[in-house]
C-alpha cells in the first residue's frame, strides 16, 4: 500500500508492503521505523479485530519502504492495517491502490493526523488518489483536487476499496458538505479581518508612516521607545496592511502550518501568518532545528510577520541565527545524517526599550541607568544584525490628551493620510507596481535587480551618496537604504527615485552599527 513520508516540506512516497510466513507468532516492522511507528503493531491488532476481521496468525513481516528513510508519525497505522488485510486475503483489492494516510483507535475510528496537506500537494502532482481520515479532508479539500475520500474508520475503507460503498454517516456528510463549501468559496481573504485596524492608535505618525513603508516593499523594522508607547500594538497592524495572498503563497503557508505543532486550521486559508514567540525561546524554536529536525518560527512566519518584542531580552545565538535567512530568505539546518531546508521569507518586526529601565529619553521620567548600563544593553544587538533592518525608528510615548478622545486624533493634518482604508489602498497599489515590474517586493530585490529597477534621478544620485558617506553605510546599508527609497516613490507613484524619497529613507537608518540616539533633552543617571 503507498503512503508518503514527511521530511520538512517533502513527502517522498513510501510503500507498505507485507508478508505472512509460518513459524512462531511475531510481528515485526522494518524500514527505519521510528518508536511511534513499531508501537502501530497493537494499534493495528486491535483495529483488525474491532473491525470484524482476523488478525493474521504466523510470523508477520512489514516492510516500509525505502528502507533509508526515516518514517514517523502514527499516518502509516492505516496503509500497514490495509496491506494485512490484503496479504491474508480478506481484502479483495479492486484495481490500483490509492496512498493511505491515518492513524487508527483501538476500536478502529480513523483519526487525523498533521501534515496531510503536502501529502496531498505531492499526490496531485503524481496523479494518485487518497484515502485520509474523516477529520482531515476540510483541510486536503482547499487544494480542490478529485480523488480524494475521506474516511470514519476501518471498515469503511474496507469497504472501498472492496468496491463497496461505504455508508457515510449524517455527521460524515456534513462535513463533507462542509468542506465542499471551504474548497468552492474564494482562498483568499482580506487582512483587514484578521486584526484590529490601525485606526484604534493614537497619535504616532512617525511610525504609521514607518508601518506603511514596511508594509508596501516587506521591509524589516526596528522600533525603540518607552515601556507603554505602543510598539506592539503597531506591530500587530501590520498584518491587515499586508496584501492578501496569491494562490500560490496560501499553500506554501498553509503547508508549513501543517507539519508546525499547532497543525493548519483550515479556517485560517489565504490569512498571514503573524508570529510573535517570547524571548525565552531557544535557536531551535526560532529557527528551526532539533532532536528531529522541525520548521521554527522564521519558517511558520513565511510570508507574513515575524515579531520579536524585547529585543535585547533575546539569546545572542538566537538573534545572530536571524542574519542569514534575512538575507536570503531561506533557511538550511544541517545535521550529522539529515539536511533540511525551509523557505523563510518572514518580514522582521523588532521592539525593544531604550534602556533596561526603559526611560532614557522619555521627558517624563527619568532615567535610572547608568551609561555603562546603556551601552552594554544595546551591545547586546550585534551591527551585522542592526545592519540587515531596514527602518529604524523612535517610537515615543502617546500624550495623554491623544489617548482621552478621537477629536485630537481627527483634527491632526497627518489624520487623512493615515486612514486605514486608504493606507491599505496604498500598499496594495505599491505592491502590485512591484509585482508587475519586478515579479516580487522591494525587500527581495537582488543587485540586478536594484540596477534595472531603482532609477536615481541626477540630483537625487548626489544626496545618496553624501548621505552613505555621512552615515557611513556599509554595501548593505547602502543598498537597503536604496530599496527602501525604492518602495517611497512606489507609494508615491513614481517611475524615477527623487531627492525626497532619497532623504525620508535616509531618516529611517541612523550610523552603521548605532541605534537610534535619545533625545537631547534625555539625562542618564548612575545607580
Not at 204 to 214: D, G, S, Y
Not at 370 to 387: F, K, T
Request: hydrophobic content about 40%; some cysteine; proline content about 7%.
Amino acid at each position: 500500500m503507498p503512503s508518503r513520508a514527511q521530511l520538512g516540506l517533502a513527502a517522498p512516497l513510501v510503500q507498505i508492503e507485507a508478508h505472512l510466513g509460518s513459524g512462531l507468532p511475531g510481528f515485526s516492522i522494518v524500514g527505519l521505523p521510528a518508536p511511534v511507528v513499531r508501537e502501530s503493531r497493537e494499534r493495528v491488532r486491535s483495529a483488525i479485530l474491532n473491525s470484524g476481521y482476523e488478525f493474521p496468525a504466523g510470523r508477520i513481516t512489514v516492510n516500509l519502504a525505502p528502507v533509508e528513510l526515516s518514517k514517523e508519525g502514527g499516518r502509516y497505522d492505516l496503509p500497514i492495517a490495509l496491506a494485512l488485510l490484503i496479504a491474508s486475503g480478506q481484502l479483495p483489492l479492486k484495481g490500483e491502490p490509492p496512498e493511505c494516510f491515518g492513524e487508527l483507535g483501538l476500536d478502529g475510528e480513523l483519526r487525523p493526523v498533521r501534515g496531510l496537506l503536502l501529502a496531498a500537494v505531492h499526490a496531485a502532482r503524481a496523479g494518485h488518489p487518497m484515502v485520509i481520515p474523516l477529520g482531515d479532508l476540510s483541510e486536503v479539500r482547499l487544494l480542490r483536487q478529485h480523488g480524494v475520500a475521506g474516511f470514519a474508520d476501518l471498515s469503511a475503507v474496507c469497504r472501498h476499496l472492496g468496491g463497496a460503498q461505504a455508508p457515510e454517516s449524517r455527521g460524515a456528510a456534513a462535513a463533507g458538505a462542509r468542506a465542499e463549501r471551504t474548497g468552492e468559496a474564494s482562498p483568499i481573504v482580506s487582512q483587514e479581518s484578521q486584526s484590529d485596524s490601525l485606526d484604534d492608535v493614537k497619535g504616532q505618525w512617525r511610525a504609521k508612516r514607518a508601518l506603511e513603508i514596511a508594509a508596501g516593499g516587506g521591509h524589516s523594522l526596528l522600533m525603540i521607545g518607552p515601556p507603554g508607547s505602543g510598539k506592539s500594538m503597531l506591530a500587530s497592524r501590520l498584518v491587515a496592511l499586508l496584501p492578501p495572498l496569491a494562490e500560490q503563497e496560501a499553500m506554501e503557508v498553509a503547508g508549513i502550518a501543517s507539519i508546525g505543532p499547532q497543525g493548519f486550521d483550515p479556517a485560517r486559508w489565504g490569512q498571514r501568518p503573524y508570529r510573535a514567540p517570547h524571548h525565552a525561546a531557544s535557536a531551535s524554536a526560532i529557527v528551526g532545528g532539533g532532536s528531529h529536525l522541525r520548521a521554527g518560527e522564521i519558517s511558520l512566519a513565511h510570508h507574513g510577520v515575524l515579531f520579536l518584542d524585547e529585543l535585547p531580552e533575546y539569546d545572542r545565538r538566537v538573534l545572530e541565527a536571524l542574519r542569514e535567512p534575512l538575507e536570503a530568505g531561506v533557511i538550511t539546518i544541517a545535521r550529522a545524517a539529515e539536511r533540511l531546508e525551509l523557505p523563510a521569507q518572514f518580514q522582521l518586526v523588532a521592539a525593544m526599550n531604550p534602556c533596561p529601565c526603559g526611560y532614557l529619553g522619555d521627558a517624563r521620567r527619568a532615567c535610572r541607568c547608568s551609561a555603562r548600563r546603556v551601552q552594554h544593553y544595546r551591545e547586546r544587538i550585534s551591527g551585522p544584525l542592526l545592519d540587515r533592518i531596514d527602518l529604524q525608528i523612535e517610537v515615543p510615548r502617546v500624550e495623554l490628551r491623544q489617548l482621552a478622545g478621537a477629536s485630537v486624533d481627527g483634527a491632526h493634518p497627518e489624520a487623512a493620510h493615515f486612514d486605514a482604508v486608504r493606507l491599505g489602498e496604498r500598499v496594495i497599489a505599491a505592491r502590485c507596481r512591484q509585482q508587475q515590474r519586478q515579479q516580487a517586493c522591494n525587500a527581495r530585490l537582488d543587485h540586478a535587480g536594484i540596477r534595472t529597477h531603482c532609477g536615481v534621478a541626477a540630483d537625487a544620485r548626489r544626496l545618496l551618496l553624501q548621505v552613505a558617506e555621512t552615515l557611513g553605510l556599509s554595501a548593505r546599508g547602502y543598498y537597503r537604504l536604496l530599496k527602501v527609497a525604492r518602495t517611497i516613490a512606489d507609494l508615491d507613484g513614481l517611475e524615477e527615485i527623487g531627492i525626497a524619497q532619497i532623504g525620508e529613507a535616509a531618516s529611517y537608518r541612523p550610523n552603521t552599527g548605532a541605534l537610534p540616539a535619545a533625545p537631547a533633552a534625555s539625562r542618564a543617571i548612575g545607580l
